[in-house]
């Protein structure tokens, strides 16, 4: 396992809640503006940019948009992870929120295809991608700026405090969401309502940019540049090495099952429980939010868990838990109970998914060496997602549509996808020491 409990700087306490606070913010903010799009991909972007006379195809065409989100993130994670390597952890992490946020905020004043035609979704699409670089660069860097300034025997901790702003920022969306479509009509909140928690990120940002600004860079990063060991180009002597070649394909298939099953129980759950079960639009995205909630308070205790039993052993554990549950918990979905709905969303984001979200950022940061790390594990976030993330919402449309809406085939590429990722996880242990 590479070390990440050298030579650091011992640090004040404040200093360290400071940087926790820092990590914290800055991916509560990034990922309310990046999963902002998916509810609203799933209840008002098929209308306003998207209009079809097929509601199935406007619903995939606006969780397309989604996905290219997904397939920007790499490269984000690739060009922002080869600043963090050689310039600086912190660089990067104020370059993303600055990026993040005029992005959200644009889409929010985006006129719709009725104004502007087809500029409209071209002007989306653009906006999304710039979320997306910014994500990927972002996650990595929030990580690292955590874990890199852990003391001994709690980088489990640090390292899981990154992911409770998941948590957070898919709660403050959708609950934003929920509280806007309470306040107003349903036209009303189509007309500009939604808008409203859009713009509204130029707040978070402001707020995020401030802590940013006055953390120092970690003590790991300091130490390479003291040192001279940067790596010259992070990417070419990350792929040069084979235990990091291989650290890289299997973290992209463990994390399949973490991104399918955050991407199906906080994004796509909304589209299904409100257009084909027929369910409150509120009463969906309120569940969600509760669940997000129930994941951002267990996450660092998965941290815990993770220092003391190990990462593989627990991420494991949630990922045995998503494929177990995957087929019932649709089945359940599909009752049309109002109950099983809230049980199914509540459990599965807010157990299963916390077991993962909390135990994988310090698993995939310990995949590399130091001098590569932002750029490997950013790799193996942001590439996993293209297809792990991004396309599950339109994989599971298109699977429910072949199958007349019944649950068993989502349910099932939930299960099968589960299977692959415990299969990188145990042969991870095979020669990851």
Not at 148 to 160: D, H
């Amino acid at each position: 396992m590479t070390a990440l409990t050298q030579d650091r700087a011992p640090g004040s306490a404040a200093a360290r809640r400071t940087i926790l606070l820092a990590s914290l913010v800055g991916t509560t903010v990034e990922w309310y503006d990046f999963f902002l799009y998916a509810t609203a991909a799933s209840l008002v972007f098929p209308k306003l940019f998207f209009p079809a006379h097929d509601e199935v195809v406007g619903t995939m065409l606006a969780f397309g948009t989604f996905a290219v989100g997904f397939v920007a993130r790499p490269i984000g994670g690739l060009l922002f992870g080869h600043i963090g390597d050689r310039l600086g952890r912190k660089r990067t992490l104020v370059a993303t929120m600055v990026a993040m946020g005029a992005a959200t905020a644009l889409i929010g004043l985006l006129p719709s295809v009725a104004t502007i035609g087809v500029a409209a979704p071209a002007l989306l699409v653009l906006l999304r991608i710039v979320q997306g670089l910014a994500v990927g660069g972002e996650w990595g860097g929030a990580v690292l700026l955590a874990t890199e300034n852990a003391p001994p025997g709690r980088i489990g901790r640090f390292g899981s405090v990154p992911q409770v702003g998941l948590g957070l920022g898919l709660a403050l969306g959708t609950g934003v969401f929920a509280l806007l479509g309470s306040a107003m009509g349903q036209e009303a909140f189509v007309g500009y309502g939604w808008r409203i928690a859009f713009v509204a990120s130029l707040v978070l940002v402001a707020v995020g940019l401030v802590i940013r600004l006055r953390v120092l860079e970690t003590p790991e990063f300091r130490r390479l540049a003291a040192s001279g060991e940067l790596a010259k180009v992070p990417a070419v002597e990350l792929f040069r090495t084979a235990r990091h070649r291989r650290g890289l394909g299997l973290g992209m298939l463990a994390r399949w099952a973490e991104g399918a099953a955050f991407n199906t129980w906080g994004v796509f759950a909304i589209s299904y429980a409100t257009t084909t079960v027929h369910l409150s639009k509120n009463s969906v995205l309120i569940a969600v939010t509760c669940g997000a909630l129930l994941m951002a308070a267990l996450v660092p205790v998965v941290g815990w868990l993770a220092d003391r039993y190990g990462r593989r052993t627990v991420f494991g554990a949630g990922v045995v838990a998503s494929g177990l549950t995957a087929l019932p918990s649709f089945a359940a979905l599909h009752s049309g109970s109002t109950v099983l709905m809230v049980l199914v969303l509540v459990g599965q984001l807010g157990i299963g998914y916390a077991l993962m979200a909390g135990a994988e950022a310090t698993l995939f940061a310990e995949l590399f060496d130091a001098p590569v790390r932002y750029t490997g594990m950013s790799l193996v976030f942001q590439g996993s997602g293209v297809w792990a993330s991004g396309l599950t919402p339109v994989i599971l449309t298109g699977l429910l549509a072949l199958a007349g809406g019944q649950p068993w085939a989502a349910g099932g590429y939930l299960t099968a996808v589960a299977l692959i990722s415990l299969l990188s996880i145990l042969t991870m242990r095979r020669w990851l020491a």
